[in-house]
């Protein structure tokens, strides 16, 4: 019942049955349970559609969006990424991004994973790991991308062109750039054209060139379109 009257910012369209139970799920990592059940959708029948992708209850949060001109408007100063609501719709997004057995969302981030990341990354004990990109050849996690509930990290300095690793507060992204570019250069000893794909952040602290080693060159496209994402939220 709250995800209904909740309802989510992130579609103008009505909720379907499997947008909902993500949402659900989304909201459960967020509550005082530890490890709580998964909810699951059946469609056994699907000989006139799929009945879970059909949006079929009001979306509450679209209609905020949109509000009459004479309900009086509330300001909240608040930023986006540390409300409340901000962690489910993050885990919503990247539960509904990942691919491949190198992305890993919260619960399912297997433990070796998690205390690589601590081990890898600069992590406060308050921070909240919520996926994993595994950047390693052997998937020991000792080179990866996170997602936490405040901030995105990149560790993998001998496939990144720039000085340490990325910490890119989720607070910062208003005022960051993030592209994603192919770069070429001729192999005069192999005679031909190496091309190669980064994913471009330039923030106040200037410009990084993030690669995906391990990974398909697509992996760095959904990150940034992930990124890209969370800016529009904050």
């Known amino acids: 019942m709250r995800v209904l009257w909740a309802g989510t910012p992130e579609t103008a369209e009505a909720l379907s049955l499997r947008c ?8 459960l990592l967020t509550g005082r349970v530890k490890d709580p059940p998964r909810p699951e959708l059946h469609v056994p029948d699907q000989t006139g559609g799929d009945l879970g992708a059909v ?7 679209e209609r905020a969006a949109h509000p009459l001109p004479s309900e009086p408007q509330k300001e909240d100063a608040t930023p986006t990424w540390r ?13 509904l991004a990942k ?17 690589a990341a601590r081990r890898t990354h600069p992590i406060t004990a308050d921070e909240v790991v919520l996926a994993f990109i595994d950047l390693t050849l052997l998937r020991q996690g000792a080179q990866s991308a996170i997602f936490t509930d405040r901030r995105f990290r990149y560790q993998a ?10 910490d890119l507060p989720y607070a910062d992204l208003p005022q960051t750039v ?8 001729v192999n005069v000893g192999a005679g ?18 993030l690669g995906f080693p ?21």
């Open 99 to 115: 691919s491949g057995g190198r992305f890993h969302v919260t619960p399912h981030i297997p433990p070796r994973l998690l205390a």
């Open 55 to 61: 949006p079929m209850f009001p979306n509450r949060a």
């Open 192 to 209: 031909q054209m190496d091309y190669w794909f980064r994913l471009v952040i330039t923030s106040a602290a200037g410009e990084r060139q």
């Open 157 to 166: 300095d001998s496939f990144s062109d720039g000085l340490g690793p990325l």
């Open 20 to 27: 909902i139970m993500h949402l659900t799920y989304a909201n």
């Open 178 to 185: 993030i592209e994603f570019k192919q770069f070429s250069k």
């Open 83 to 95: 409300r409340q609501a901000f962690v489910p719709r993050l885990v919503e997004m990247l539960e």
């Open 214 to 234: 391990n990974l398909p060159h697509r992996h760095a496209a959904k990150t940034g379109d992930l990124l890209q994402k969370i800016k529009r939220m904050c």
